[in-house]
């Protein structure tokens, strides 16, 4: 079983639709949680952390995190053409320095 | 200059040469990271840095020599690579190292080709 788990898409929505990505983890003991956006040829940007179970909101960026589930989801609305890039998940390995990324999903938001 | 930044951008090596990677934060971070992102592959942690020392080497080849000067600093240094270390090596910092709410950032990468 991989540590993070990510289906590779591409996942397609039409503009202005709500994209969701979801992510699994392993680990139960995981605390910390990340979602980056990647363009092609571009390095990963920082979009959302979240920490605790729940929701978490920043603009048209709302993260999910269900420890109980062990997965964590991006949910994108009002998507754009410009939101088309790669998204990977990222988690802490519990007791080390390690980030461990998924192999992300690429939206395409069809205009 | 603001956030990470790298250098060179893009760089072609043949097996035989020798040459260094360069990362700097501007962000008053404690911690760096080197990581591999080859195509089709999820990015791959090779070198954490927390305060200067070395806290995780994941299992690189001795070929990989990193080297961090200071907090601010963060080198990779190459020597003898194989065609398929062809990759985009990209640098991250954070607040600190030690597993907790640290946010990771990441520079623009140096892509890597080895003839």
């Known amino acids: 079983q991989k540590e993070v788990e990510q289906n590779s898409g591409p996942l397609s929505v039409p503009e202005g639709a709500i994209a969701s990505l979801n992510c699994t983890y392993s680990?139960?003991?995981?605390?910390?949680f990340f979602w980056y956006r990647q363009y092609s040829g571009k390095s990963p940007e920082l979009i959302m952390s979240?920490?605790?179970?729940g929701d978490k909101e920043d603009g048209r960026f709302t993260a999910q995190l269900n420890k109980a589930s062990q997965y964590v989801s991006l949910l994108i609305r009002d998507s754009q053409p410009s939101d088309s890039a790669t998204y990977l998940c990222?988690?802490?390995?519990?007791?080390?320095?390690?980030?461990?990324f998924g192999t992300g999903t690429r939206l395409k938001v069809l205009a | 200059e603001t956030g990470v930044t790298q250098t060179p951008r893009h760089l072609v090596m043949g097996m035989t040469n020798k040459k260094s990677l360069k990362c700097e934060q501007h962000l008053g971070h404690n911690a760096m990271y080197w990581y591999k992102q080859s195509a089709k592959k999820p990015l791959e942690l090779m070198f954490v840095?927390?305060?200067?020392?070395?806290?995780e080497n994941n299992s690189v080849p001795s070929r990989f020599s990193p080297e961090c000067p200071n907090s601010s600093h963060l080198f990779l240094h190459l020597h003898t690579l194989q065609p398929e270390d062809s990759a985009l090596y990209l640098c991250?910092?954070?607040?600190?190292?030690?597993?907790?709410?640290?946010?990771?950032?990441f520079g623009p990468g140096t892509r890597l080709t080895v003839l």
């Open positions: 979240i920490y605790s179970n």
């Open positions: 990222a988690v802490i390995k519990p007791g080390t320095y390690k980030y461990i």
């Open positions: 840095y927390n305060f200067k020392e070395q806290t």
């Open positions: 991250a910092s954070s607040q600190e190292g030690l597993a907790g709410h640290n946010e990771q950032f």
């Open positions: 680990d139960r003991g995981s605390q910390s």
